[in-house]
Nanobody, 127 residues
Framework: QVQLVESGGGLVQAGGSLRLSCAAS????????MAWFRQAPGKDREFVGS????????YYGDSVKGRFTISRDNAKNTVYLQMNSLKPEDTAVYYC????????????????????WGQGTQVTVSS
């Protein structure tokens, strides 16, 4: 059974940093990718960024470019989301997602490609 478990959320002041982790178990996604999404109260789910397991290429949403970085540790089957220069508008529940679907470029993955999801971790940024 596939499980994605996020950790690392919490409360941080604006301008601060947090690192989220997403540990995958039950299978590997060596030909696919993993992603981070977030959802704030009353808002639609928003794409944060994604990373291919093979090669490590990344792709980011416009609102986090230059501030957030996704990386992976293949040996640990874990993906990380390093969040710097946090803003109050980054407050949300952050979810990781995974797919074993292969696409040649990381930017080609759509919102419909992610078939495994974690339970989410809360990130709150105070002003």
């Amino acid at each position: 059974q596939v499980q994605l478990v996020e950790s690392g959320g919490g409360l941080v002041q604006a301008g601060g940093s947090l690192r989220l982790s997403c540990a995958a178990s039950g299978r590997t996604f060596s030909s696919g990718a993993m992603a981070w999404f977030r959802q704030a109260p009353g808002k639609d789910r928003e794409f944060v960024g994604s990373i291919k397991w093979s090669g490590g290429s990344t792709y980011y949403g416009d609102s986090v470019k230059g501030r957030f970085t996704i990386s992976r540790d293949n040996a640990k089957n874990t993906v990380y989301l390093q969040m710097n220069s946090l803003k109050p508008e980054d407050t949300a529940v952050y979810y990781c997602a995974a797919t074993d679907l292969f696409r040649s470029f990381i930017a080609y993955y759509t919102e419909y490609d992610w078939n495994y999801w974690g339970q989410g971790t809360q990130v709150t940024v105070s002003s």
